[in-house]
């Protein structure tokens, strides 16, 4: 599988984007799709999964009810809407996939990987 994450960009406070990541090759039923994201000088951390067969998601407590993650079985994509951002959630962020069955949200479950986009948001 490989992942292409797109729309990163500038935003002010307050302000939303959407990221995109087109995955290639197969992706079965019971995989998952995540965003991370790593701020500098940070760790990456989870910010949200979704089950690819029935769209089930989980978030982290720093972006439940801001962000949402979506996907679209034509297109192969997943994306992930993020509402009223905030200055710390500047970071780069990226797709990846699980081929494990049920939601995880370490990133040691996670065999594939997008190259990262950035998002950063001004005060």
């Known amino acids: 599988v490989q992942l292409q994450a797109s729309g990163g960009g500038l935003v002010q406070a307050g302000g939303s984007l959407r990221l995109s990541c087109a995955a290639s090759g197969q992706i079965y039923s019971h995989y998952s799709l995540a965003w991370f994201r790593q701020a500098p000088g940070k760790e990456r951390e989870f910010a949200a999964v979704?089950?690819?067969?029935?769209?089930?998601?989980g978030y982290a407590d720093s972006v439940r009810g801001r962000f949402s993650i979506s996907r679209d079985h034509a297109k192969s994509a997943v994306y992930l809407q993020m509402n009223s951002l905030k200055p710390e959630d500047t970071a780069v962020y990226y797709c990846?996939?699980?081929?494990?069955?049920?939601?995880?949200?370490?990133?040691?479950?996670?065999?594939?990987w997008g190259q990262g986009t950035l998002v950063t948001v001004s005060s």
């Open positions: 979704i089950r690819w067969s029935d769209g089930d998601t």
């Open positions: 990846a996939v699980s081929s494990r069955s049920g939601f995880s949200y370490v990133k040691s479950a996670y065999e594939y």
